[in-house]
């Protein structure tokens, strides 16, 4: 049974891995868009000022890492630079408040890194406009 449901599950692995990869990068974009433009909810009275280390930076790689991921182009190495970057945010930002992310609150920096870490490793799924461009 448990073959069956295997062989199953194995014929959608593309698409899903797509559409995952698409959720994830539009979240991860919509955070780089509150960061710099204050959109669509403002955090913290107004976007980033200009240059600011390490927000606004960390907005702009948000923004691009997310769109690259979500359309699926360059989107391994995309994806490994925002499995980098929530890493840096974990153990700069999170860790040093407290040893568990439940407790730092980093269980979402956790989960962009890991969710990244494994779209760098599965690659783009369906979906993908770099597949599109290949052809």
């Known amino acids: 049974m448990a073959q069956k ?37 403002a955090q913290g009275g107004g976007p980033v000022p200009v240059g600011t280390w390490p927000y606004w930076w ?15 182009f360059f989107t391994r190495i995309a994806a490994l630079i925002g499995s980098g970057q929530m890493a840096y945010a974990y153990f700069t930002e999170h860790q040093p ?6 407790e730092n609150g980093g269980e979402m920096a956790v989960m962009y ?3 990244f870490f494994l779209i760098a490793f599965a690659g783009a799924g369906a979906f993908a406009l770099q597949g599109a461009v290949r052809r």
Do not use: N, Q
């Not at 295997?6 to 014929?11: K, P, S």
């Not at 593309?14 to 955070?31: C, E, N, Q, T």
């Not at 408040?97 to 439940?102: H, N, R």
């Open 97 to 102: 408040k407290a040893l568990w992310p439940i």
């Open 58 to 72: 960390a907005g702009l790689i948000e923004l691009v890492v997310g769109v690259l991921v979500m359309v699926g």
């Open 5 to 41: 449901l295997d062989a199953r599950l194995d014929a959608y692995s593309s698409p899903v891995l797509g559409l995952f990869r698409i959720v994830i990068g539009f979240l991860f974009a919509i955070h780089g868009t509150v960061k710099l433009f204050a959109w669509p909810i």
């Open 113 to 115: 890194c890991f969710s």
